[in-house]
């Protein structure tokens, strides 16, 4: 069975400081991971995208990073504003048409 | 804005009773995804349309229906409620086939259905 788990389940940290978000996944074949940015009440919003080929894809301040043979994922954020508390999700497509999405981390910034 | 709407916001009603929810797709966007995200679960894919066809079954209960018009927007039928449906329910749409990076899913802001 397709599976996303993810790790931690919720995170708080201090403004300015790095975290790592982590995503495992049993998903075959793979096609892609993506991971999400979801604010409370709002809709996810796409952050990275990796394909097989690929092992780290930045965007600003987030880093994700690939390891296709052990089928992890991680999400390292830089120097975390408080804009940053969010749910974290990671999103993994196979062959088919549906992709398997983790229960999220939930990151809490604190001033 | 991701340019996915969805109709209405907030949704309030009683357990049995019946509810359509409205979604628009993005300009250019065939396809159009419905999830059921409560607070114990994390987002539950429902069902997935392109181009007026079913593409895909998730997770969705019988009593829950979907369809995609001519014009691509999107209803959510959902009948016979119970508390147990109360949950967002997010509408996304992306270009297809969905595949690399032309299967980014733009996801509308929601609608937050209560049963009581």
């Known amino acids: 069975k397709n599976q996303v788990e993810q790790s931690p389940q919720s995170l708080i940290i201090l403004e300015g400081k790095n975290c790592t978000l982590q995503?495992?996944?049993?998903?075959?074949?793979?096609?892609?991971l993506r991971w999400y940015k979801q604010d409370t009440g709002r809709g996810p919003v796409s952050l990275t995208i990796?394909?097989?080929?690929?092992n780290t894809k930045s965007n600003g301040r987030y880093t994700a990073t690939l390891d296709a043979d052990t089928k992890q994922s991680s999400l390292h954020i830089t120097a975390s504003q408080l804009s940053d508390s969010a749910s974290y999700i990671c999103?993994?497509?196979?062959?088919?048409?549906?992709?398997?999405f983790g229960r999220g981390t939930s990151l809490i910034v604190h001033p | 804005d991701s340019g996915v709407t969805q109709t209405p916001k907030h949704l309030i009603t009683a357990t049995g009773q019946r509810v359509t929810l409205r979604c628009s797709p993005r300009?250019?966007?065939?396809?159009v995804y419905w999830y059921q995200q409560s607070l114990d679960q994390g987002l539950q894919f429902l069902i997935q349309?392109?181009?007026?066809?079913?593409?895909a079954k998730g997770n969705i209960l019988e009593r829950f229906s979907a369809q995609q018009f001519p014009d691509l927007h999107s209803e959510l039928n959902l009948s016979s409620l119970e508390l147990g449906d109360s949950a967002l329910y997010f509408c996304?749409?992306?270009?297809?086939?969905?595949?690399?990076?032309?299967?980014?899913?733009?996801f509308g802001p929601g609608t937050r259905l209560t049963v009581l």
């Open positions: 996304a749409s992306s270009v297809d086939p969905p595949r690399g990076d032309t299967d980014t899913q733009y």
């Open positions: 995503c495992n996944y049993t998903v075959s074949p793979f096609s892609n």
């Open positions: 990796m394909t097989f080929s690929e």
């Open positions: 999103v993994v497509r196979g062959g088919s048409y549906i992709p398997t």
């Open positions: 300009s250019g966007d065939l396809s």
């Open positions: 349309y392109y181009n007026g066809e079913e593409r």
